[in-house]
């Protein structure tokens, strides 16, 4: 148990499909991350909030569109994806300072046919 | 971008025998972590280290920072089947972690 809850654990999706990924922290941390794990590569990330407001889009096609309501919850939806696409998404939290550490959930397998 | 570059990416050993994971970067990072990543399940930090030349142990597993804060390695002495798994690096710089490709660890018995 890390604090930090995922679901769903695995989605399988096809490409004109819409999808929400949730993920909800229990430790009472103000930074909330999605990261994307593929096979080989290292650890991706896609998109930091500080405190609700997003402060990191690295890049990310508009086909993911992330939400934080509260500092406790995030989403990623998704639409349109391409088989690419086909990987772990892993959510994470930490307290805004520099050095703090940040605690992952256990990520959605997501395929895309 | 930068690159945190782990060696070496894949490791098979025995139980019992020591090992050493690198972490190397020519960039220079307020912090770096280490954490575990097992099947199925996402990353667990193992240890924070922020000063350079910083050694921290963990029962068999000991983290060093390099002085200039750029590299890192993590050693483990005597293996056990409990320890296979993915290990990743991960410099902090501006509050962003850069994290290396990992290095896969099978131990067998």
């Known amino acids: 148990e890390t604090g930090v809850t995922q679901t769903p654990r695995h989605l399988v999706m096809g490409m004109t499909n819409k999808k929400s990924l949730k993920c909800e922290q229990h430790l009472g941390h103000n930074a909330m991350y999605w990261y994307k794990q593929s096979a080989k590569k290292p650890l991706e990330l896609m998109f930091v909030?500080?405190?609700?407001?997003?402060?990191e889009n690295n890049s990310v096609p508009s086909r993911f569109s992330p939400e934080c309501p509260n500092s406790s919850h995030l989403f990623l939806h998704l639409h349109t994806l391409q088989p690419e696409d086909s990987a772990l998404y892993l959510c994470?939290?930490?307290?805004?300072?520099?050095?703090?550490?940040?605690?992952f959930g256990d990520g959605t397998r997501l395929s895309i046919l | 971008t930068q690159l945190l570059e782990q060696s070496p990416q894949f490791l098979s050993i025995q139980e019992g025998e020591n090992l050493t994971v690198y972490c190397n970067s020519s960039?220079?990072?307020?912090?770096l972590q280490w954490y575990r990543q097992e099947p199925g399940e996402g990353p667990v930090l193992l240890v924070t280290v922020v000063t350079g030349g910083e050694v921290k142990k963990l029962k068999r597993l000991t983290f060093q920072f390099g002085d200039a804060r750029k590299d890192s390695s993590l050693h483990i002495t005597a293996a056990q089947p409990g320890d296979t798994g993915l290990y990743l690096c991960?410099?902090?710089?501006?509050?962003?972690?850069?994290f290396g490709q990992g290095t896969e660890l099978s131990v067998k018995p």
């Open positions: 991960a410099g902090n710089q501006g509050g962003k972690l850069i």
């Open positions: 960039s220079v990072f307020s912090s």
């Open positions: 994470a939290s930490s307290q805004v300072d520099r050095n703090q550490p940040q605690h």
């Open positions: 909030y500080n405190f609700k407001e997003q402060t």
